[in-house]
């Protein structure tokens, strides 16, 4: 099995900085994509940001220029800087690893959540 824990999440005011972590353990033998979606009350959960194996990111229109995703291979854990936040940046933030299991295990490849950590924007 994966696990994985999140951290970093809490109350911030607007304009301030929080950094999330995700860190996955387990069955692991390579890790291809890391995500961060985050999902507001009354609203579905969406894509906030990536990074592939070899690096490269992509970003939600809402958050570039703030946010910066970046991934420690050695420690299997993905990070979310938050910069400049806005009150509509309050969420729960998941993230979301596609796991290589290695060949003892089928499916090889699966995807796995984090529990969430709330992020809340507000003075």
């Known amino acids: 099995q994966v696990q994985l824990v999140e951290s970093g999440g809490g109350l911030v005011q607007p304009g301030g900085s929080l950094r999330l972590s995700c860190a996955a353990s387990g069955s692991i033998f390579s890790i291809n994509a890391m995500d961060w979606h985050r999902q507001a009350p009354g609203k579905e959960r969406e894509l906030v940001a990536g990074?592939?194996?070899?690096?490269?990111?992509n970003y939600a229109d809402s958050v570039k220029g703030r946010f910066t995703i970046s991934r420690d291979n050695t420690k299997n854990t993905v990070y979310l800087q938050m910069n400049s936040l806005k009150p509509e940046d309050t969420a729960v933030y998941y993230c979301?690893?596609?796991?290589?299991?290695?060949?003892?295990?089928?499916?090889?490849?699966?995807?796995?959540w984090g529990q969430g950590t709330q992020v809340t924007v507000s003075s």
């Open positions: 990074i592939t194996g070899d690096g490269s990111t």
């Open positions: 979301n690893v596609v796991v290589d299991r290695g060949s003892r295990y089928w499916p090889r490849i699966r995807a796995y």
